[in-house]
């Protein structure tokens, strides 16, 4: 257990003190505790930039599972680093936002700041751990997190559903991960993700590999809201607006581009991780624009933007995977794409985690999120207009903030996959930056709307549920004008990252790609002169603007009017069947009477036993050793036969009784003859008590009638009654048979040997049963308490008039 | 012997399936006292039958019938008798409350 561990851990043990926190010291928002957690981590992952920015790596081990394999492993280098700071660092953020937006008297803050740690602590442990199995644990638990805070207000029908279904999404993509790992673990014989990586050769020729890597895919597209898994993300926005823009745009949401950029060494180099990922990648971005524009909710328009961010930095780190086809070094082509992929993930933290806060704001300041209710707030709020405007411009991807920087490179490094001369590029691979520009004309204009239907446009103060409106609170702006001054500072200085956060995060994405020695060479700058880059972001402004002019007359299109996403439609029917069909199921088998249940099993047994006789030949027959037959034996069991098939068919209770009583003396006469005295004789006890109390007791009830069973269920009945007795009748003979045939020698000679010696008595039944297994008698008897205890229960306890039986 | 021993078990092993699947509660009961005796017979019938004395020592006979089968039926018989007596009170306080012996009726639907 190392700091590394503890850091890990950290957030889990910090969350076992909240509860107290939150109870005993009530005067101050448990807030400003929680906090302390994400800013001592991130003071304490900053420490390591020096090591990972001079090529190195840290690796701590902790032994779990060590006979499987499963350990603890915590693996900083690059890439995980990147993530970690921005876990942690957003992190604080938040909670320091959320003091200001959760200030009411009546939240459940104990729950929401245990919930937001959770996931903080889990977040850390699937970005850091080396093992996948750990990895996976951690995935999980980020799911599960996730779920609660998004039914954080549980009372709220839309909480609820917008919890389930993201939790259905995300633990199928979680499990079909975890189907995916076990085959790279049956490929690579290791859990570990670096060892995944030395031998990566043997995982690309496995014929598993395609298997593996589609399911491991799965996995991170349900988390990354990737399409047509993306319909999960816009209904978590019910969540309150501090996790939103926490977990569901800045986090968790890229734990799928965390698991891609980690497994690209893996996987990466062949056509289908490229194809599959990008062509993902960006149809997702041009999906999510789409629907965004289609929104009236300020925060269902970030979700679907987000999604189309997320859309776009995946299909980066598709196009960005040739790399591994080539391997030769630092070459331009496609290491553009990984950095484009980076330096946007970083930024879209920023702007981003800003535009959601400032929609918070709103929503808190006017009770609305609603653009057709809002308008004019730009003179009330001149804070976050100011802050909304460059947080949507770097979003559009104008100059000179650091989304255009971004935005330039992603358009150089899908137009790059046109020069590839493999899987393509080259004929069909045109149709990705095509599809990359129009995606970027809808951020552009979403971005546009956002802005001038919120800040813009005339003040409707009175379709505002709140009717004072003002601007935020300075403590609740703290936060997203943070992030809006990296924001700037990325933009002006974006070198500034290269060396330490970015060179870092594309040697672990791209590993042994470079020669000994070297490393990669990262130069951002606003100016390449006038280039198809630079035109293009130019067509994306114009045209976007002509869209946004003309939304009065698009927006009355059908489509525009229908916000629900053709997916969700899917899912709600999918959803919608499964329980009916589940409840159809169920009820076609709980039909609550004990014959069914009865038959239902015994012809599964039937089934089963028949299958395993024929499969492992399971039925013996030889009559050789069999004992002979006395005559007067078949008297007996001739008696005893027609004695029970009369059983049925009696109508008179007395009768049934008596034939059963009757029944119960032929087995102790039986008993007599086959050598078993002490079974003869309890036997004829216990049927004569049995035969009083069954006589006591249906003294009391109603004679027997013919039972009324249809005909059809009556054949099904006998057949199933024939079949069950048939099957017995096998499974005696094999056993029998079987038993002679062992070598074995029963251990009954123990028994017959010893009962003097060691138990001091000469019937050795009774000696194996108070002495041999003395306890298994003992415990008999305790059955026999409680079933007399129960009898008495039954007979003396009443249950009062009004008590519900 | 034993392999007409096998075919008596079978058929009183079927009779007794077929009596629990009836409407009427009582012939439940006696299905369940009829399986109980089958399944008695199985586990004697398995060790084989009339295979030397009676397991008395006191005999000091050459060879002894195998005693643990005869110590499981024993405990298996106790056991049943106790079970037997707890459900024929339970009919008994069932049909009390209900007036009903029939399993079709008591079924419980108002509760799903």
Redesign the interface.
């Known amino acids: 257990m190392t700091l590394l561990h503890i850091a890990v851990l950290a957030p889990f043990l910090f969350a076992l003190l909240v509860p107290f926190l939150f109870k005993y010291l009530r005067k101050i928002h448990t807030g400003w505790f929680v906090m302390i957690v994400p800013l001592v981590l991130f003071i304490y992952f900053v420490s390591y930039l020096p090591t990972t920015s001079d090529g190195h790596t840290v690796m701590k081990r902790f032994e779990w599972v060590p006979s499987l394999g499963i350990n603890f492993d915590l693996y900083v280098d690059g890439l995980s680093l990147l993530f970690a700071l921005l876990i942690t660092g957003i992190g604080t953020l938040v909670i320091l936002y959320s003091i200001y937006y959760l200030a009411g008297k009546k939240e459940r803050l104990n729950h929401f700041y245990v919930y937001i740690l959770l996931f903080m602590g889990a977040m850390l442990g699937v970005v850091l751990s080396d093992n996948i199995i750990v990895l996976y644990v951690f995935w999980e638990v980020t799911s599960i997190s996730s779920a609660l805070l998004i039914s954080y207000w549980y009372t709220k029908d839309a909480s609820v559903y917008g919890a389930q279904k993201s939790m259905y999404v995300t633990v199928f993509g979680g499990l079909t991960m975890l189907g995916g790992f076990s085959l790279l673990y049956v490929m690579a014989e290791t859990f570990s993700i670096r060892e995944m990586i030395a031998g990566s050769d043997i995982i690309m020729n496995h014929e598993l590999f395609l298997p593996a890597m589609i399911l491991v895919l799965v996995g991170a597209f349900t988390k990354s809201a990737q399409f047509p898994f993306h319909i999960w993300l816009p209904d978590a926005m019910e969540a309150p607006t501090p996790v939103s823009a926490y977990l569901h745009s800045a986090t968790m949401v890229k734990a799928g581009i965390y698991l891609v950029a980690r497994m690209t060494p893996v996987f990466g180099g062949g056509a289908e991780w490229f194809w599959i990922i990008t062509s993902f990648g960006i149809f997702t971005m041009l999906w999510g624009g789409i629907s965004a524009l289609r929104q009236k909710d300020l925060k269902a328009i970030l979700a679907f933007s987000t999604i189309s961010q997320l859309g776009m930095i995946m299909s980066l780190l598709g196009a960005g995977s040739a790399a591994f086809y080539y391997m030769d070094g630092d070459n331009a082509l496609y290491t553009t794409a990984i950095l484009a992929a980076v330096f946007h993930l970083i930024n879209h933290a920023t702007f981003k985690g800003s535009l959601f806060m400032v929609a918070g704001i709103i929503d808190h300041e006017t009770g609305t999120r609603d653009i057709r209710k809002l308008g004019g707030l730009m003179t009330i709020m001149p804070i976050s207009a100011t802050l909304s405007v460059i947080g949507l411009a770097a979003m559009a991807g104008l100059p000179p903030f650091n989304g255009f920087l971004s935005k330039e490179l992603f358009f150089t490094g899908i137009m790059n996959v046109v020069q590839y001369d493999m899987w393509n590029g080259d004929t069909i691979g045109f149709i990705l930056p095509v599809i990359a520009w129009i995606a970027s004309i809808f951020t552009f204009t979403y971005s546009a709307i956002i802005f001038f239907r919120t800040f813009r446009g005339k003040f409707k103060p009175d379709m505002l549920p709140v009717k004072k409106v003002h601007e935020a609170p300075i403590g609740m702006l703290i936060s997203p004008i943070i992030l809006v001054l990296a924001v700037l500072v990325i933009s002006i200085f974006p070198n500034m990252l290269a060396y330490t956060v970015i060179e870092p995060a594309m040697m672990s994405i791209l590993p042994g790609i470079l020669s000994e020695g070297s490393s990669f060479y990262v130069d951002i700058y606003h100016w390449h002169g006038i280039n198809l880059e630079l035109t293009m972001t130019i067509g994306v402004v114009i045209i976007g603007t002509i869209l946004y002019m003309t939304m009065d007359k698009w927006s009355k299109l059908g489509i525009y009017q229908k916000e629900q996403d053709i997916i969700t439609t899917v899912y709600d029917y999918g959803y919608d069947a499964l329980i009916k069909g589940s409840q159809l199921i169920t009820r076609a088998q709980m039909?609550?009477?004990?014959?069914d249940y009865?038959?239902y099993m015994?012809i599964f047994i039937v089934g089963l036993m028949t299958y395993t006789m024929f499969r492992f030949e399971g039925f013996h027959f030889s009559?050789e050793?069999?004992?002979?037959?006395d005559l007067f034996?078949y008297v007996i069991?001739a008696t005893?036969?027609v004695t029970?098939?009369l059983?049925?068919k009696v109508n008179n209770?007395m009768t049934?009784?008596i034939l059963?009583g009757f029944?119960?003396f032929l087995?102790a006469f039986?008993?007599t003859?086959?050598?078993?005295?002490?079974?003869a004789l309890?036997?004829l006890m216990?049927e004569t008590?049995?035969v009083i109390?069954?006589m006591a007791?249906?003294y009391?009830?109603?004679n027997?009638?013919k039972?009324?069973?249809a005909p059809l269920t009556k054949s099904i009945?006998?057949v199933?009654?024939?079949m069950?007795?048939?099957?017995?009748?096998f499974?005696?003979?094999s056993?029998?048979t079987y038993?002679?045939m062992t070598p074995f020698e029963?251990?009954?000679q123990y028994?017959?040997e010893n009962?003097?010696s060691l138990g001091g008595?000469?019937?050795?039944?009774n000696v194996?049963?108070v002495d041999f297994?003395g306890l298994?008698?003992m415990l008999?008897l305790l059955?026999?308490g409680i079933?007399?205890l129960?009898?008495i229960s039954?007979?003396k306890l009443r249950v009062g008039e009004s008590d519900d039986? | 012997?034993?392999?007409?021993?096998?075919?008596?078990?079978?058929?009183?092993?079927?009779?007794a399936?077929?009596?629990?699947?009836?409407?009427?509660i009582?012939?439940?009961?006696?299905g369940t006292?009829?399986l109980s005796?089958?399944v008695?017979?199985?586990l004697?019938?398995?060790?084989?039958?009339?295979?030397?004395?009676?397991?008395?020592?006191?005999l000091e006979a050459g060879s002894?019938?195998?005693?643990?089968p005869?110590?499981l039926?024993?405990?298996a018989?106790?056991?049943?008798?106790?079970?037997?007596?707890?459900v024929?009170?339970?009919?008994?306080?069932t049909?009390q409350?209900h007036k009903s012996?029939d399993?079709?009726d008591m079924?419980?639907?108002k509760d799903?």
């Open positions: 039909t609550g009477m004990l014959r009865l038959v015994l009559m050793n069999a004992s002979d037959i034996m069991l005893l036969s029970i098939i059983l049925p209770r049934a009784i059963a029944v119960g087995v039986i008993f003859v086959f050598r078993a005295p002490d079974l309890t036997q216990v008590v049995s109390l069954f007791v249906f009391h009830l109603p027997l009638t039972d009324n069973i009945n006998i199933v009654a024939g069950s007795g048939l099957m017995v009748t499974v005696s003979i056993a029998f038993g002679q029963a251990i009954s028994f017959i009962s003097k008595g000469y019937n050795m039944v194996i049963l297994r298994d008698t008999e059955v026999l079933a007399a129960g009898v039954l007979i039986v | 012997m034993e392999i007409v021993m096998s075919a008596v078990i079978g058929l009183l092993f079927a009779v399936v077929y009596l629990m699947f009836s409407r009427n009582l012939r439940v009961l006696i006292l009829l005796h089958s008695h017979l199985i004697l019938t398995m060790a084989g039958l009339q295979r030397g004395a009676p397991p008395l020592l006191f002894y019938t195998d005693p643990l005869q110590a039926i024993l405990t018989i106790v056991i049943n008798f106790g079970i037997t007596a707890f024929s009170v339970l009919v008994y306080r049909y409350e012996v399993l079709y079924r419980g639907a799903e």
